[in-house]
Nanobody, 119 residues
Framework: QVQLVESGGGLVQPGGSLRLSCQASGSIFRINFMGWYRQAPGKQRELVALRSSGGIINYADSVKGRFTISRDNAMNMVYLQMNSLKPEDTATYYC?????????????WGQGTQVTVSS
């Protein structure tokens, strides 16, 4: 099994910045993808940013140019630097990984961290 623990959420004013971190642990043989999704109240969970082990990155159109995903492969960590935050970025942000572990290949989610953008 793989465990994901997020940190770094909080309350920030519009135009501000936050940095989310996520640590993966457990019986990990290989991480294929690692990234972030978010879910706002009353809305479906959506992709924010995803990075493959080979460095291919996908961003949601709504965050391009404002958010940056990065990974520390050696530490099994992923980060999301969020700049120029908008009220519509308010959501619970979930760390995600597609990994090969002792139990085989599977998808895992963190418990979520709240990001609130408000004045």
């Amino acid at each position: 099994q793989v465990q994901l623990v997020e940190s770094g959420g909080g309350l920030v004013q519009p135009g501000g910045s936050l940095r989310l971190s996520c640590q993966a642990s457990g019986s990990i043989f290989r991480i294929n993808f690692m990234g972030w999704y978010r879910q706002a109240p009353g809305k479906q969970r959506e992709l924010v940013a995803l990075r493959s082990s080979g460095g291919i990155i996908n961003y949601a159109d709504s965050v391009k140019g404002r958010f940056t995903i990065s990974r520390d492969n050696a530490m099994n960590m992923v980060y999301l630097q969020m700049n120029s935050l908008k009220p519509e970025d308010t959501a619970t942000y979930y760390c995600y990984t597609d990994a090969v572990s002792l139990g085989g290949s599977s998808r895992f989610w963190g418990q979520g961290t709240q990001v609130t953008v408000s004045s």
